[in-house]
């Protein structure tokens, strides 16, 4: 305001303008700000989570080789025992099991689970049409009262057949997002943390920048004085 009361200007005339400018700086701030954000957004939404899902997706599809490889030449109580393993040494195995052709379940890490009937179209169409499935699901979403209500998982269903190679059902696993999920509010939290703090810092440099521009101002309208 003092260059510009130095130039001839009311006072109130500089007040308004250099509200306007002040209007402008915030704008801009806030439009790099969201700038950031979004480019933040962008990568994590558009790179690193999928590559997170697909890695999820590989391990799935090997533990699926693996169960369809050696279960046909396995009594049903050492596929039972193998079903179990997986799904106890293995942290991100939600569930794995395998159902025959009606979806009903003969093997299930959670022995409790043995004998349920999932008829879902996903489960059905690797059960009786021979389809892989790969799928986002929510377990037990119309369960409130369940331990793994709401719980999201890459849901994985391949054909299943026995040692003479006939279609007998499918073989299902789901491997949890929790850590995804995790990842995701976290970075959103890291995110909203840096986004503020690089504009604040910028903000910061912007007025000392504007104070360096101003300072031979003051000088000179100093000198006239004398």
Same mark, same amino acid.
């Given at each position: 305001?003092?260059?510009?009361?130095?130039?001839?200007?009311?006072?109130?005339?500089?007040?308004?303008?250099?509200?306007?400018?002040?209007?402008?700086?915030?704008?801009?701030?806030?439009?790099?700000?969201?700038?950031?954000?979004?480019?933040?957004?962008?990568?994590?939404?558009?790179?690193?989570?999928?590559? $997170? #899902?697909?890695?999820?997706?590989?391990? @799935?599809?090997?533990?699926? *080789?693996? &169960?369809? !490889?050696?279960?046909?030449?396995?009594?049903? $109580? #050492?596929?039972?025992?193998?079903?179990? @393993?997986?799904?106890?040494? *293995?942290? &991100?195995? !939600?569930?794995?099991?395998?159902?025959?052709?009606?979806?009903?379940?003969?093997?299930?890490?959670?022995?409790?689970?043995?004998?349920?009937?999932?008829?879902?179209?996903?489960?059905?169409?690797?059960?009786?049409?021979?389809?892989?499935?790969?799928?986002?699901?929510?377990?037990?979403?119309?369960?409130?009262?369940?331990?793994?209500?709401?719980?999201?998982?890459?849901?994985?269903?391949?054909?299943?057949?026995?040692?003479?190679?006939?279609?007998?059902?499918?073989?299902?696993?789901?491997?949890?997002?929790?850590?995804?999920?995790?990842?995701?509010?976290?970075?959103?939290?890291?995110?909203?943390?840096?986004?503020?703090?690089?504009?604040?810092?910028?903000?910061?440099?912007?007025?000392?920048?504007?104070?360096?521009?101003?300072?031979?101002?003051?000088?000179?309208?100093?000198?006239?004085?004398?």
């Amino acid at each position: 305001m003092e260059a510009c009361e130095l130039a001839g200007y009311h006072r109130g005339d500089c007040l308004w303008s250099f509200m306007k400018i002040l209007s402008r700086f915030l704008l801009w701030n806030l439009a790099v700000l969201a700038l950031i954000v979004a480019s933040f957004l962008l990568l994590l939404e558009g790179f690193v989570i999928p590559g $997170q #899902e697909e890695i999820l997706r590989q391990r @799935a599809r090997s533990t699926l *080789d693996v &169960l369809r !490889s050696t279960c046909p030449h396995l009594t049903a $109580q #050492e596929v039972q025992s193998v079903v179990e @393993a997986h799904q106890r040494v *293995d942290p &991100l195995v !939600s569930y794995v099991l395998i159902v025959d052709q009606s979806g009903k379940a003969w093997a299930h890490g959670t022995p409790s689970r043995i004998g349920m009937v999932f008829n879902d179209p996903g489960t059905l169409a690797a059960a009786r049409d021979g389809r892989t499935i790969e799928q986002l699901y929510t377990r037990d979403s119309t369960n409130p009262n369940s331990a793994y209500h709401g719980e999201r998982v890459i849901d994985i269903l391949q054909p299943y057949y026995d040692s003479q190679g006939r279609h007998i059902g499918a073989v299902n696993i789901g491997l949890s997002m929790r850590g995804i999920d995790q990842f995701r509010r976290s970075a959103f939290r890291y995110l909203l943390v840096v986004g503020v703090f690089l504009s604040l810092a910028y903000s910061v440099a912007s007025f000392v920048f504007y104070a360096s521009l101003i300072r031979p101002i003051r000088v000179l309208k100093e000198a006239t004085k004398l």
